[in-house]
């Protein structure tokens, strides 16, 4: 009776990375955030910023008005030049002998307190002055020019998102597979094509009581400003990092609680083995035993042969594919 050849596709067995993964829930956050309030009761007398704008430190938001401050501030000016006028010529005579030391204590009295006058309406000025006190991106605009605000009132909103940041919690049982620097990846469902990388920046220093979880904090580089606070993200969390062996998930067949791949021999005959699989990514598996690197299995066509059956390879997917499965990320899940 003439064996039976089956036509089948195959892979070769290669090396790629996998890790541990912890999917956790977080919220985004920005990296500094602060309502632009005003310091002072008066009237805005100029706006110079756009809603949604960049700005950086020190970027003049708004202007109150401060005409009288500006004036007194001239007054004040020009009482110090003639405080330090004075001085000057009392310093000249005590170095000619012709006035006491003692008569400079008044004239140096009268220079510090017009100094002191000239420092108090400068401060008094610059509350005048609505400024971003850090690099970031504005909010809406919540005033329009003949606007009276007062202490406290709200101008806009400052928030620097170029860093994200997510806190999330994750059971006390995973505390050892956790340190400062790991690596995290964190994925929107605004944008489902998309990957956003981190690092864990801080690991709190209590456990939940009731929840017996901690909370970790991540930092989420965001220089495109596509997360926003608030988004709700997916967390994965990965440690222990390694290369293993890997084969095509479609490669193993399950046969109750086991799992199997055919090898092909070079007489392209096929050998069912019996393998133990760790983690899987998309598409791939990683085995911890039960092949060897290099050897060829069947990926498409398992149903059709059996052991000792004779294949028909159609669709040799063993060269040239080892290095594109080892320079894939690193996956997998708890």
Avoid at 235 to 249: H, Q, W
Avoid at 257 to 281: C, L, N
């Amino acid at each position: 009776m003439r064996s039976r050849t089956v036509p089948v596709e195959v892979a070769r067995v290669s090396e790629a990375q996998f890790a541990d993964v912890l999917e956790a829930i977080g919220t985004a956050q920005a990296n500094e955030s602060v309502t632009v309030t005003a310091k002072t009761t008066e009237i805005v007398r100029k706006i110079h910023f756009q809603d949604g704008a960049r700005v950086k430190e020190g970027d003049i938001l708004a202007e109150l008005t401060a005409g009288i401050e500006a004036a007194e501030l001239d007054e004040a000016y020009a009482e110090l030049q003639g405080a330090e006028k004075e001085l000057a010529l009392g310093e000249s005579l005590v170095d000619r002998g012709t006035a006491a030391t003692a008569t400079l204590t008044p004239l140096l009295a009268d220079r510090d307190a017009a100094a002191a006058r000239v420092n108090a309406l400068k401060a008094r000025l610059a509350d005048k002055l609505i400024l971003a006190p850090f690099d970031g991106v504005l909010g809406l605009r919540l005033i329009s020019p003949g606007t009276l605000v007062q202490p406290g009132d709200r101008i806009t909103t400052l928030a620097d998102i170029s860093i994200v940041k997510a806190d999330f919690s994750i059971p006390e049982t995973f505390l050892s597979a956790l340190k400062v620097g790991q690596t995290i990846e964190a994925e929107s469902a605004a944008y489902q094509e998309r990957t956003f990388e981190g690092v864990v920046a801080a690991i709190d220093t209590r456990v939940d009581p009731v929840t017996r979880s901690v909370m970790v904090r991540a930092e989420i580089s965001n220089e495109e400003g596509l997360l926003l606070p608030g988004m709700l993200l997916t967390i994965d969390l990965r440690s222990n990092i390694r290369t293993s062996l890997s084969v095509p998930e479609q490669s193993i067949v399950p046969i109750l609680d086991r799992k199997y791949v055919y090898v092909v021999a070079e007489d392209s005959t096929v050998e069912r083995r019996e393998i133990e699989i760790g983690r899987r990514r998309p598409g791939m598996v990683e085995v911890m035993k039960g092949v060897e690197p290099g050897e060829v299995i069947v990926t498409l066509g398992t149903h059709r042969v059996s052991d000792g059956l004779t294949v028909d390879v159609q669709d040799d997917d063993t060269r040239g594919n080892e290095s594109a499965t080892e320079a894939s990320g690193a996956s997998g899940a708890l």
